[in-house]
T-cell receptor, first 122, second 110 residues
Framework: QVQLVQSGAEVKKPGASVKVSCKTSGYTFTSYLIHWVRQAPGQGLEWMGVISPSGPSTTYAQKLRGRLAFTRDMSTSTVYMELSNLRSDDTAVYYCAREYSGSFRDYYFDNWGQGTLATVSS | QSALTQPASVSGSPGQSITISCTGTTSDVGGHTLVSWYQQHPDKAPKLVVYDVIQRPSGVSNRFSGSKSGNTASLTISGLQAEDEADYYC??????????FGGGTKVTVL
């Protein structure tokens, strides 16, 4: 079955970087885009950006551009999200989610990872 | 890109119907049919319940239905059940080739 399994919780100091992995299985890795969405404590969902594993082309939300990088490892069907120069307001649960992009695009997220809590604290 | 506008909370009694609105602009909700809705229970990942404004994924109850008029999309839950108590988020593709979410609506079953 389709699975997106994320790495475990992280605690980082302000100014540091965090790297979260999203290991996929159960489907053709290159047929789906992987999006990253975060949720600050008690807040709503915020779209961060997307990577095309077959590309690898990336699109980042404007407010995170310059601090955010997505990469992928084709050999393990894993996508990584790295956020640098962390601030306290980056404390959030980070989700990966997939979108079909084979012969056409779906423009919605049909499967999500379980989420990874990243806490930024001095 | 500003978040789409949703009511903070909506409530209803079991068996009733409720509707959650999601208002955007012609650059997102009003510009196409690429609007989706997600249900999120506490400490869980979001789950897709409606896509392309009106479509339901397999396995999602037909009590969930979507619609759109102009720049406002709506999610209706009919025959409200205790298990429907959750947060609901709309999402739209935008003319900037990005995505935007609504602020979320907490649904309470009285």
């Amino acid at each position: 079955q389709v699975q997106l399994v994320q790495s475990g919780a992280e605690v980082k100091k302000p100014g540091a970087s965090v790297k979260v992995s999203c290991k996929t299985s159960g489907y053709t890795f290159t047929s789906y885009l992987i999006h990253w969405v975060r949720q600050a404590p008690g807040q709503g969902l915020e779209w961060m950006g997307v990577i095309s594993p077959s590309g690898p082309s990336t699109t980042y939300a404007q407010k995170l551009r310059g601090r955010l990088a997505f990469t992928r490892d084709m050999s393990t069907s894993t996508v990584y999200m790295e956020l640098s120069n962390l601030r306290s307001d980056d404390t959030a649960v980070y989700y990966c989610a997939r979108e079909y992009s084979g012969s056409f695009r779906d423009y919605y997220f049909d499967n999500w990872g379980q989420g990874t809590l990243a806490t930024v604290s001095s | 890109q500003s978040a789409l506008t949703q009511p903070a909370s909506v409530s209803g009694s079991p068996g009733q119907s409720i509707t959650i609105s999601c208002t955007g602009t012609t650059s997102d909700v009003g510009g196409h049919t690429l609007v989706s809705w997600y249900q999120q229970h506490p400490d869980k990942a979001p789950k897709l319940v409606v896509y392309d404004v009106i479509q339901r994924p397999s396995g999602v109850s037909n009590r969930f239905s979507g619609s759109k008029s102009g720049n406002t999309a709506s999610l209706t839950i009919s025959g409200l059940q205790a298990e429907d108590e959750a947060d609901y988020y709309c999402s739209s593709y935008t003319s900037s080739r990005t995505f935007v979410f609504g602020g979320g609506t907490k649904v309470t079953v009285l």
